[in-house]
T-cell receptor, first 111, second 112 residues
């Protein structure tokens, strides 16, 4: 089955800095790569996703890049703010399978 | 409003009791899932379903069981609760194909 590795497990940045979280996947058949944000005490919520026919996608301060050859994808957050502090999960799936999640990255943005 | 609902939100129960965690979605999704998550930790898939009368075990071994008699309803049952079952249980659903999963608010279970 699919295996997703996520790094780093914790990330501390100063407000205004950029943050990058990286994930690798094992199954070349995976074609859907979402990123979820989970604030303390809340449910995970989708913040951005990318499909395998696209190399990069942006939404305001967040962007995701995908390298199919290397089987890795990354989340980029620019101009970080304290409200970006949360646990971020990457995931991968094939079209008719379940999502396989990474172990999560705890991001702390200090004012 | 279309959403995914879990009840109860919090449950404290004694060892050996039978419990059922409820999950219902009004999103018209075929796929539903149960995840176990300790606070701030990774999401472990324990059960999933692709539709009515379809149930499968996930990656994490679990002593729980599930049923899918109706599309919108996916309850999880623990026949005999133990302290090791103390955790947060998250229900989720998604449309067919590789698409976004929507999560419920979760049930935080404590077995004493």
């Amino acid at each position: 089955g699919e295996n997703v590795e996520q790094h780093p497990s914790t990330l501390s940045v100063q407000e205004g800095d950029s943050a990058v979280i990286k994930c690798t996947y094992s199954d070349s058949a995976s074609n859907y790569f979402p990123w979820y944000k989970q604030e303390l005490g809340k449910r995970p919520q989708l913040i951005i996703d990318i499909r395998s026919n696209v190399g990069e996608k942006k939404d305001q301060r967040i962007a995701v890049t995908l390298n199919k050859t290397a089987k890795h994808f990354s989340l980029h957050i620019t101009e970080t703010q304290p409200e970006d502090s949360a646990v971020y999960f990457c995931a991968a799936s094939m079209e008719y399978s379940t999502l396989t999640f990474g172990k999560g990255t705890m991001l702390l943005v200090s004012p | 409003e279309a959403d995914i609902y879990q009840t109860p939100r919090y449950l404290v129960i004694g060892t050996g009791k039978k419990i059922t965690l409820e999950c219902s979605q009004t999103m018209g999704h075929d796929k539903m899932y149960w995840y176990q998550q300790d606070p701030g930790m990774e999401l472990h898939l324990i059960h999933y379903s692709y539709g009515v009368n379809s149930t499968e075990k996930g990656d994490l071994s679990s002593e729980s069981t599930v049923s899918r008699i109706r599309t919108e309803h996916f309850p999880l049952t623990l026949e005999s609760a133990r302290p090791s079952h103390t955790s947060q249980y998250l229900c989720a659903s998604s449309a067919p194909g590789g698409t976004e999963a929507f999560f419920g608010q979760g049930t935080r279970l404590t077995v004493v």
